[in-house]
């Protein structure tokens, strides 16, 4: 069976101030998650699970089927507070999202193949896509197993702030683990992130995980354990997150070897309102070199 792609989208963007899953980049409206569903269909996946809020149903789910329409199978679930493991309620006062571990988690009902996750503000290209479906191919999913497309650092930068990104630690191919580096930016054309007091230059050239990363369905019940024992110690904290390089800390400490294939795709996103101009701008030149049609969905 061909795998599942599971695309973020619950997020609202407070760094972009509105809604950048939904705002238009392409020529005719499209918005940035709909280069990756077309490149998901063309790449070889089967089916494409949607993670939104409830508030989204009425507007989000009708616009997304009327574009993509019967191309590949779509699914709608919800990240809500309250959506959580048998036993656990919300704490008083909590408002922030669970994180990006629990969004992955509730798409648990509409999956039972090997599936990735992406977010719905990245642009990952066909490449990108195309390198995940050929290592969800490898997966026996049987067992608890996944894999990590990488990008380059020095093309996931943003010109106008600092970004957080994983960097992904390897050996002969497989992951050793993922640092996450806070407050990434750019600065006399050099690359740094501060530790603590520390300013630590990196190269540009460390492989990072933009949440393109691959599971097998076991995962699914690993993902539920780390996520009670994070609440267990962690949810009266307000902005406790539970996150996705964790679960992959997790498959590790169980002796899962996990590879990092690389892609030659360009990743591109929007993190801020100023880098609007320049995803419109590249996915322009993408169209003229006839990567993709004006129109996706004509």
Not at 34 to 60: C, H, L, N, P, Q
Not at 149 to 172: A, I, P, W
Not at 233 to 247: D, G, V
Request: charged share 25%; glycine share 10%.
């Amino acid at each position: 069976m061909k795998p599942t792609l599971v695309i973020l989208a619950a997020g609202m963007g407070s760094r972009y101030g509105g809604n950048k899953q939904t705002d238009a980049f392409g020529p005719s409206g499209e918005t940035i998650m709909e280069y990756t569903i077309y490149d998901a269909i063309r790449a070889g996946f089967g089916k494409v699970v949607f993670v939104i809020k409830r508030s989204m149903k009425d507007t989000f789910e009708p616009e997304i089927k009327e574009k993509v329409g019967d191309r590949i199978d779509l699914a709608f679930v919800y990240q809500e507070l309250d959506v959580l493991p048998d036993g656990l309620t919300v704490p008083e006062g909590r408002e922030k999202p669970w994180g990006t571990g629990h969004a992955l988690w509730v798409s648990k009902d509409e999956v039972d193949v090997p599936f990735s996750m992406a977010n719905a503000d990245d642009f990952y290209g066909f490449d990108g896509m195309k390198t995940m479906v050929d290592a969800l191919n490898k997966l026996d999913n049987s067992k608890i197993g996944g894999c990590i497309v990488g990008y380059e650092l020095s093309n996931t930068l943003s010109d106008h702030g600092s970004v957080n990104r994983g960097v992904c630690e390897t050996e002969n191919g497989y992951l050793t683990g993922i640092k996450e580096c806070i407050g990434i930016y750019k600065e006399d054309g050099k690359i740094f992130y501060e530790d603590g007091e520390e300013k630590i230059e990196l190269t540009g050239e460390e492989p990072v995980s933009m949440n393109l990363m691959g599971y097998t369905t076991p995962v699914y019940q690993l993902m539920e354990e780390g996520f009670v024992e994070f609440f267990n110690e962690k949810s009266h904290l307000p902005k406790s997150e539970y996150l996705t390089p964790e679960i992959f800390e997790e498959m590790m400490a169980k002796g899962v070897n996990i590879p990092v294939p690389t892609t030659t795709s360009s990743w591109f996103g929007v993190t801020y309102q100023e880098d609007k101009p320049f995803v419109v701008e590249k996915l322009n030149e993408l169209i003229d070199a006839g990567e993709y049609p004006d129109n996706l969905w004509a």
